[in-house]
Structures are given as structure tokens and as C-alpha cells.
């Protein structure tokens, strides 16, 4: 038994990320200064009412404030409909960020269980399964999103949330399937197997905690990819149904003027670049400190 309690525990404290952000000053520095983004934007979106001065969805003055440049009491303007747009920044931020949370967690998980099922399958379960994401990953994913759109019919948030969802898990399938089937034939794992322990408790148990560093890395870049998705669905009027505000949907509201009204776009493209770039120092931060390869030995 002490012989299987070593390898068990030596597999599982593999780049530790207190140890990792120790070694690389360098990437801890971009990991706090891409959380302290986040967080940011997080609290934002948490406390848009209290920060909002006006209702995101009323139209205070189609004669005097339609298109009104940023100002006192409006501080970035107001858009064609004389809505004011740090309200809807304010709550278009908590609406790409609450769709993109969702998606993340529908596209981890089912992205996790389909490349665990695949991973500790059989080679032929695993090659057919395999084939059916290559043939999912050759279609471009925008296409893929306006035809369901248009197959479903209305769109709405709930349903803009499994859309996005369930066709961002495919990376995130050949990742866990990748790291199972090197993880699987480990001692670690071959002695639970010899202790009777089954298949779902021995990826609980044995290989879950060892994913969860490359799972941190791919969500990162997978609520990345989901935000930009949801702005440009949003921006071709199939996203989030107006008048309910996201990043995108202000940015269309101000498409067609940008060289005169250019603070429609300007500020809700801003906050989807400090996001997208803040999860991108992020991710890369992480896989520099949680890399056990890239660590020095202690």
C-alpha cells in the first residue's frame, strides 16, 4: 500500500501554482495584473445597477440627446436611440460576461466527460469519436452558430448560451482525451486498477486532479473565444436580442457612423479588448507557471 500512496501523491503535486508563480516573476506578475483586470470587469458587471445613472433600455431624448457626444452628464455619449451608453456598457458587461460564464461551464463539461470517455476507451471508441470532433472542428464555427440560430428560430440568452456552449468544447474534448491516454497507463493509475477501482472513480479520483492545470489554461482561452462569439452574433443581430444590452449589440447600434458618432463603438470595443487581452496574459501566465517542464528543481 505505501508503494501506491507514493507515485499517487508524487503525480498529483506536479507544478504546484503557488511554486510556479514563485519560480516565474514574470508570469506572476502578468497573472495578478490580468486578475485584478478581471476582477474589475467582474465588479462592474456585479454592480452595474448601483453604477448605472440611467436605465440601459430608456430613450431619454430622441430630440436632444439622439447621438449626443460624451458629456457631463453623460460621460460616453449617448447612442441613436438617446440611450445613454455607460449604462449599457455597465450592463452590456454583465450580460457578455454572465453568457460567457455559462458557456464556459457547458463547454468544460461536456468537453471534460466526452475526452475522458474517449481518453479510457478502447481504440476504436476512441478513433471513432475522435473523427467526429475533426469532422465538428472543420466547420467554422461562426457558420455553425448563424445555422442553428436560424434553424432554432428566435433567439434568446438561455438558448445563446447553449449554442455557444455546445460548440466550444471541442478542444477542450482533445485536450482530456490527449492527457488521459498518457495518464492511464501511469503506475498511479495501473495500481488502482489492480485494487478494483473502476473507471468513473479512477478519473475522479486519480486523473481529474491532474487535468485540472491544463483545463485552468484551455478555459481561459475558451471564455476568450466565447466573448468575442457572442459580440459578433450580437453584432449581426443574431446574438442578444435588442433592446438588451451587450458589448456587441452597442457596437451596432454605432456601426454605420463610426467616422461621426465614434463613441458608440469606441467604448463597449474597449471593454471587450481590455477583456479578451487581460485573459489572454492570463492564460499565457498560467501555462508559464503551471508548466512543470518550464520549473526550476527545487
Known sequence: MA????PLEEVARVAPPARGLRARPSARRRVVVALGVLAFMVALALLADVLSP?????????????????????PMGNDPYSRDILSRVLHGTRVSLGVAALALAVAMGVGTAYGALAGMAGD??????MRLVDALLS??????????????????VPRL?????LTSWFGVSRLVRGEVRALREREFVLAARALGAGGPAIFRRHLLPNLATPLLVSATLVVRTVI??????????YGVPQPTASWGSIIRDGADQVA??????????????????ALDALGDGLRE????RQLPRP
Do not use: C, K, N
Open 3 to 6: 508503494t501506491t500512496a507514493e
Open 54 to 74: 440611467y436605465d440601459p433600455d430608456a430613450q431619454l431624448s430622441l430630440e436632444r440627446l439622439a447621438g449626443h457626444p460624451p458629456s457631463l452628464l453623460h
Open 124 to 129: 476504436r471508441v476512441d478513433a471513432l469519436l
Open 139 to 156: 466547420i467554422p464555427r461562426v457558420l455553425l452558430l448563424i445555422m442553428l440560430v436560424a434553424l432554432w428560430g428566435q433567439i434568446t
Open 161 to 165: 448560451v447553449v449554442f455557444l456552449g
Open 228 to 237: 468575442l462569439l457572442e459580440a459578433g452574433l450580437s453584432f449581426f443581430g
Open 260 to 277: 461621426t458618432h465614434w463613441w458608440i463603438t469606441v467604448f463597449p470595443g474597449l471593454a471587450i479588448v481590455l477583456t479578451v487581452l
Open 289 to 292: 507557471a503551471l508548466d512543470p
